[in-house]
């Protein structure tokens, strides 16, 4: 995977966000039995920013190449699985595009 030098150590930033907020996360507004675990908003705005910066260099496949880094990270999902294409996929679908779409129109 190609990262431009300039963005390098961002990412390294951003890996570590995603690792320190990584895994289960249960919203506030749900009970201590509930199952429906997400994505921290820490863990998804980091996340995001990955994306983007993986989106604009050009890479063809982004959401394998998140995928890939976060394997490579241990970096599991918020149910503790692997993070495959199809994991990321969804967290893309789900939050990542939200975030991406609001950063744009602020920019």
């Known amino acids: ?12 930033e951003l890996i570590a966000i995603c690792k320190k907020y990584q895994g289960e996360y249960l919203p506030s507004t749900h009970g201590s ?12 705005r980091a996340a995001a920013e990955l994306f983007s910066i993986i989106e604009k ?10 995928s890939q880094i976060f394997i ?5 999902s918020c149910r503790g699985a692997k993070m495959t294409p199809d994991k990321v996929e969804y967290l893309y679908k789900n ?3 939200t975030v991406i779409a609001d950063e744009k129109k602020s920019s």
């Open 72 to 76: 490579e990270n241990k970096i599991p």
């Open 95 to 97: 939050h990542l595009k």
């Open 1 to 12: 995977m190609k990262i431009p030098k300039s963005k390098k150590a961002r990412v390294r």
């Open 33 to 44: 039995g509930s199952w429906a675990t997400t994505y921290s908003q820490d863990f998804i």
């Open 57 to 66: 260099s050009n890479l063809p496949w982004p959401i394998d190449d998140l």
